[in-house]
Structure formats: C-alpha cells, structure tokens
C-alpha cells in the first residue's frame, strides 16, 4: 500500500484515520468524505498529497500542525463541516489552488489567505462571514483576495481580533450589532436558540438599508413577519436551521431577493406566490420534508443554484428544468428518486449535477463518479430516437 496514490474511504463511518494511511507516503488523492472525522487528519508521511476531499464530516477545528504536514496540497475540500475559524497557517499551502469552505460556521477569514499565490477558486458560501459582503464574494475568487491583501496594510484590528462593535442590548440580553448594520449593511440575530426575533432587532435598522439577512440556527417556526420591512434592499435571507414548516406571502415580497437560506427546516412546499421573486439565483432547501419537487422553482428564470438533498423527492420533469436555462446546480442527493429521465442530459448548462444517494439504478455509481458531463452525455443517449 506504500505504492498507492488514490485511496477512497468515502463513507466509512470512520471517526479517525486508520494509522496505516497516515504512512502512504506516495499518496496523491485522499477521499474522506462522508465519514465521522472530527479534525483534519495527522499525515505525516503524505508529503505528495495533492488533493484531499474531506467534504461532509464534522470537522471543527483545523489544526494548524496538521496542516503544516500538507505543504504538497494543490486541492482542500472542506465543505459542509462545522469549521468554525480559518488559522494564519493556512498560508503554508503555498501550491494551493482550490479551497472549498462551503457551508461551514466561518465568521471571519486571516487576511493572510489573500496571500497564497495560486489560489484560483474560493467557495466559502453557506458560512455566517460578518466582515465581507455578499456583493464582494460575488465578484469571484481574486477580487476576494485582492481584498484580504489590502486589509493586510490597515491599522486596524486583525482577523482574529473583535472588530469594533456599536451594540445596543436588548431585553434578552442579546446584542444588536448596530456597526454591522451601518457598515457591512448586515442585520444578524443568530445561534440564540429565540423562538422568535425580538422587535427591538427590527428597530436597531432604523433607516439603513440592509442587504443581508441572517436568522439562522434558532427555533423560529415562522418567517418573522418584519422583515417584509426590509423589502426595498434586502438581497440575501438566511433562515437556516430553524424549525419553519411554512412560508408566509410576507417572504414573497422581498422582490430583490438573490439568495434564499431555508436548509434544515420542516418545508413540505412552497408557495406560489414565490413566482414573483424574479431576481432569484440561490436557493438552499436541504434537509427538509420535501416529498414533491416544488413546482413554483420551474418559474423562476434567474435560478442558477438550487439545492434540495436530503429530502423525500421523487421524480423531476426535465422539461421544465430546461427552461432555467441560467440552472448551473441541481443538488438532488439523498432523495427518493426512482429513475433519472433521459431528458435531463439536454439541460446542457448544468455544470453540476449531484444525485448520489438516490434507490434509481440507472445511471450506476461509475457513471456518477465520472462526473456531470459524462452523467448528462449518458442521459442524453437514453433518449429514445
């Protein structure tokens, strides 16, 4: 095994790495997605590893001497974890070119990651990020680092530091951070478990105009009625891990909305009044009780990304996907599936389509595991002629 240089131990279970890996030492390609790991894995001995996939465990701290052992790394793949800071030592990846930090609970980013000269692609969304602005993660990977660079200079606080907060304190002794609401344009009540929002966090906004929204990771059972009053500049909504089984006509006015956070819910369906949000690009609906595809998605032009695992749906119409014709990612793993219509393959503009973990038999695991490409060319020869 000292020869091997791709090994798959996707989902294993494994809480640790076997000791015998950690000795590979002509290791290229590691995949640890999909297990139980808790942290990033002690390699010392993997001195080529190129590209490490440790994608969907539980991982929460990066420890900063393990990566040190990674110094070969071109690809880290980190997403849907429970990372809750990036260290400074993430620079010692001198060759790293993608790092995927998606879906995680990153605050906050080291200004030093603008520093790492062949980083060309940055997936950091799904993170509650405090001191960077949608619009700014949305004009790509270099534009971020350009900015991180030049944070470097300033004479404020560093990345790991407090930043300066102007905060009013409310009855429940929570915190309205009103810097962020002036400043980054970030209206946040998340992580306190409220079973509701409290007014005086919709009183804090005063005049400003607020673009991003995040609620997440409470016990709300409905949308909070309020924040229809941020209807003439709020863009982006996270209402992620909370306890909403429905969603009210209040939502559907937010008509600059661009991305929408409603993952880990009770969500059956969907309104169709959600027709009328137009500008629509994100919209995250997994881990919750779909048992049918929502059909009000089909209407939606400016869709580019639409997640749905690890829901009960069990059929799609290909017909009307096609007309998304900005669809980019349909994620539709962990679902119920039966069958993958042919007609698929002919939504050509999906760049990434995920349906592992579907009971369909068709395509098999080794067309999947080539990739979208292959899996839509495979679709589209199964249409009959």
């Given at each position: 095994?000292?020869?091997?240089?791709?090994?798959?131990?996707?989902?294993?279970?494994?809480?640790?790495?076997?000791?015998?890996?950690?000795?590979?030492?002509s290791?290229?390609?590691?995949?640890?997605?999909?297990?139980?790991?808790?942290?990033?894995?002690e390699l010392?001995?993997?001195?080529?590893?190129?590209?490490?996939?440790?994608?969907?465990?539980?991982?929460?701290?990066?420890?900063?001497?393990?990566?040190?052992?990674?110094?070969?790394?071109?690809?880290?793949?980190?997403?849907?974890?429970?990372?809750?800071?990036v260290?400074?030592?993430?620079?010692?990846?001198?060759?790293?070119?993608?790092?995927?930090?998606?879906?995680?609970?990153?605050?906050?980013?080291?200004?030093?990651?603008?520093?790492?000269?062949?980083?060309?692609f940055?997936?950091?969304?799904?993170?509650?990020?405090?001191?960077?602005?949608?619009?700014?993660?949305?004009?790509?990977?270099q534009?971020l680092?350009?900015?991180?660079?030049?944070?470097i200079?300033?004479?404020?606080?560093?990345?790991?530091?407090?930043?300066?907060?102007?905060?009013?304190?409310?009855?429940s002794?929570?915190?309205?951070?009103?810097?962020?609401?002036?400043?980054?344009?970030?209206?946040?009540?998340?992580?306190?478990?409220?079973?509701?929002?409290?007014?005086?966090?919709?009183?804090a906004?005063?005049?400003?105009?607020?673009a991003?929204?995040?609620?997440?990771?409470?016990?709300?059972?409905?949308?909070?009625?309020?924040?229809?009053?941020?209807?003439?500049?709020?863009?982006?909504?996270?209402?992620?891990?909370?306890?909403?089984s429905?969603?009210?006509?209040?939502?559907?006015l937010?008509?600059?909305?661009?991305?929408?956070?409603?993952?880990?819910?009770?969500?059956?369906?969907?309104?169709?009044?959600?027709?009328?949000?137009?500008?629509?690009?994100?919209?995250?609906?997994?881990?919750?009780?779909?048992?049918?595809?929502?059909?009000?998605?089909?209407?939606?032009?400016?869709?580019?990304?639409?997640?749905?695992?690890?829901?009960?749906?069990?059929?799609?119409?290909?017909?009307?996907?096609?007309?998304?014709?900005?669809?980019?990612?349909?994620?539709?793993?962990?679902?119920?599936?039966?069958?993958?219509?042919?007609?698929?393959?002919?939504?050509?503009?999906?760049?990434?389509?995920?349906?592992?973990?579907?009971?369909?038999r068709?395509?098999?695991?080794?067309?999947?595991?080539?990739?979208?490409?292959?899996?839509?060319?495979y679709?589209?020869?199964?249409?009959?002629?």
């Amino acid at each position: 095994l000292k020869r091997l240089r791709q090994l798959d131990c996707t989902k294993n279970y494994l809480e640790t790495v076997p000791p015998k890996l950690a000795t590979m030492a002509s290791l290229e390609q590691l995949y640890l997605r999909k297990n139980k790991l808790r942290s990033l894995p002690e390699l010392p001995s993997c001195k080529l590893l190129k590209e490490l996939h440790a994608g969907e465990n539980q991982i929460e701290i990066l420890n900063a001497e393990n990566l040190k052992q990674l110094s070969s790394l071109c690809v880290l793949e980190l997403r849907d974890n429970k990372i809750k800071a990036v260290p400074e030592e993430i620079t010692v990846l001198q060759k790293l070119e993608r790092l995927d930090l998606a879906n995680n609970d990153i605050s906050r980013l080291p200004y030093t990651l603008g520093n790492l000269p062949q980083l060309k692609f940055l997936a950091l969304e799904g993170n509650p990020l405090r001191t960077i602005r949608r619009d700014l993660l949305q004009k790509g990977t270099q534009e971020l680092l350009k900015y991180l660079r030049s944070k470097i200079q300033d004479d404020g606080p560093g990345p790991n530091e407090e930043p300066p907060v102007t905060a009013m304190t409310l009855p429940s002794q929570s915190k309205v951070n009103i810097h962020a609401i002036a400043t980054l344009k970030l209206l946040e009540y998340s992580d306190k478990q409220a079973a509701e929002i409290p007014e005086a966090v919709f009183d804090a906004v005063g005049n400003n105009p607020v673009a991003t929204v995040n609620f997440s990771k409470n016990q709300l059972r409905e949308i909070p009625p309020r924040l229809v009053e941020l209807k003439e500049s709020v863009c982006d909504v996270s209402l992620g891990f909370n306890k909403i089984s429905s969603i009210s006509s209040g939502l559907c006015l937010l008509q600059k909305l661009t991305h929408l956070d409603l993952r880990n819910n009770v969500l059956t369906a969907l309104p169709e009044e959600m027709e009328a949000l137009k500008r629509l690009h994100t919209i995250n609906l997994a881990f919750n009780r779909f048992k049918v595809f929502p059909s009000v998605l089909y209407h939606l032009p400016a869709l580019e990304n639409i997640l749905l695992s690890n829901n009960q749906v069990g059929s799609i119409d290909p017909v009307q996907l096609k007309g998304l014709d900005k669809l980019g990612t349909l994620d539709l793993q962990n679902n119920d599936l039966l069958q993958v219509p042919p007609e698929l393959g002919n939504c050509e503009n999906l760049r990434s389509l995920l349906l592992e973990g579907n009971p369909f038999r068709t395509p098999r695991a080794a067309v999947l595991a080539k990739g979208t490409a292959a899996v839509l060319e495979y679709l589209r020869s199964r249409i009959p002629s």
